[in-house]
């Protein structure tokens, strides 16, 4: 299953094009379609994701637009996944709480927005990030901006869960 994850296109709804067809390139159509908040908007005036199985969540910039949850849990085959943009969990000063939560609702990913900063780190059963424990192996992923050109591949095999990054313009 191959997954594709972005946050923060802030209006650049051409870059959703743009990824979408960096995507295709690869030979494989995503499974699901991920977007962690801050340009729902842009969702419905992006033509590339017509047929597509989307799933959001809302950011801090989406007040006005839809009625999106602001954190979701996603099955991806036989694991599960936290999305959430981040903001109402301070996620730009500490991933402490995002993690807490993904800790309570013992999910395999954490995928959050928001920082505009593209972040992976795999966090080993009995390990520890800021003081948070967490009892099964855990992936934090955030694919950064896409209206920085940043967006993040997700993918799902009886192995594991595996993350990328990928840009627009390099």
Not at 67 to 78: K, M, S
């Amino acid at each position: 299953m191959n997954v594709v994850v972005f946050s923060d296109s802030h209006g650049r709804e051409e870059y959703i094009g743009q990824m979408m067809a960096r995507v295709s390139a690869c030979g494989d159509r995503p499974t699901h379609v991920l977007f962690l908040g801050d340009g729902l908007a842009d969702l419905g005036r992006a033509p590339a994701l017509d047929g597509e199985s989307v799933l959001a969540v809302r950011g801090n910039c989406d007040f006005l637009a839809g009625d999106e949850p602001e954190t979701r849990i996603v099955g991806l085959g036989a694991y599960r996944a936290l999305m959430m943009h981040g903001h109402t969990l301070g996620v730009k000063h500490s991933l402490a709480n995002a993690v807490a939560l993904a800790v309570r609702e013992n999910v395999d990913a954490l995928l959050y927005g928001h920082t505009h900063e593209p972040f992976e780190r795999m966090l080993d059963a009995g390990e520890s990030l800021e003081g948070i424990r967490v009892s099964k192996p855990l992936v934090i992923f955030c694919p950064g901006a896409l209206k920085d050109g940043s967006f993040g591949r997700l993918s799902v095999t009886a192995q594991g869960l595996a993350v990328s990054h990928g840009n627009l313009f390099g």
